[in-house]
């Protein structure tokens, strides 16, 4: 699926000096499109980033693209438990926030034609993945006194006909795990958010795979998605939660979408 409507460039980004001074992000996929734009903001805004992505070949890019910021790269599959340990001992055992962004498309396939592969890998990065960062992180904000987690959902954590059975699937998945966990552990200074953003301009391809997806949601989507927007107004959404400016939001689903959500 390709969307030619051009993004709105009215905005600008404006950082904001220090507000991560101090603390030790981790960001997952890294290497490209929102999560690298993410991990650029924490890290100008005066944070230690840990920056993973399954790519090393991107995580290296990044860390000799920008030798000025704090930057500590770290190759690794979320969707692994031993990746997810070294991702964590990267830290130094000092965490403080954590963006769950890795995750993958699927190919548009309806549950009546989904396959087990694609069904397993989507939910195993997409579901799995953030459980086990999510799982792997809590102790180290326990123990500190607190901490900020932000997933990234999607558009098709709010809605049926965004994608097909297995990434919509995975992504309502999101929504539940974040909630659950702003719940269970609110009271000890964690908050979990989730930022679900719409048509947003990455590297991340997504392609119809079935006939009676193309004909079902093709024409939806042209004629009710907003522009796409880009990586870094994603970044400002996401990097918002989790900074100590939004202290009082827990358990939250921020539609970062142009106003997809609203239709």
């Known amino acids: 699926m390709s ?3 051009p993004a709105i460039e009215t905005w600008t980004e404006r950082p904001t000096a220090g507000r991560f001074v101090g603390k030790t992000v981790i960001v997952t996929g890294a290497g490209s499109g929102i999560g690298l734009a993410t991990a650029l903001r924490v890290a100008a805004e005066g944070g230690r980033v840990i920056a993973s992505d399954l790519s090393g070949e991107r995580i290296d890019h990044l860390i000799s693209e920008y030798p000025q910021l704090d930057l500590v790269g770290v190759q690794g599959d979320v969707s692994s438990e031993a ?10 055992g000092k965490l403080d926030g954590l963006v769950n962004n890795a ?4 190919d548009f396939t309806p549950v009546g034609e989904v396959s087990d592969q694609v069904w397993e890998r989507v939910m195993r990065v997409n579901v799995t993945g953030t ?3 999510s799982r792997a992180a809590i102790p180290l904000m326990l123990e500190a006194g607190g901490g900020s987690i932000v997933n990234v959902t999607s558009e098709a954590g709010l809605r049926g006909s965004a994608a097909g059975s297995a ?11 974040t909630r659950n966990t702003a719940v269970m552990y609110g009271l000890e200074g964690i908050r979990c958010n989730s930022v679900a953003p719409g048509a947003t301009i ?15 949601l093709g024409p939806l989507m042209q004629a009710v998605v907003p522009p796409p927007a880009s990586a870094v107004q994603l970044a ?11 202290s009082n939001v827990n358990g ?10 609203a239709i």
């Open 167 to 177: 990434y919509t699937t995975s992504k309502h998945a999101v929504v539940g795990l």
């Open 3 to 5: 969307d030619e409507r």
């Open 103 to 106: 995750g993958i498309m699927d």
């Open 236 to 246: 400002a959404s996401i990097t918002w939660l989790l900074s100590d400016d939004a």
């Open 83 to 92: 990746d997810v340990a070294r991702i964590m001992e990267a830290t130094g």
């Open 202 to 216: 990455t590297a991340i391809e997504a392609n119809f795979a079935s006939q009676r997806a193309a004909a079902r």
């Open 252 to 261: 939250v689903i921020l539609a970062s979408d142009g106003g997809w959500s």
């Open 131 to 133: 459980m086990l960062m």
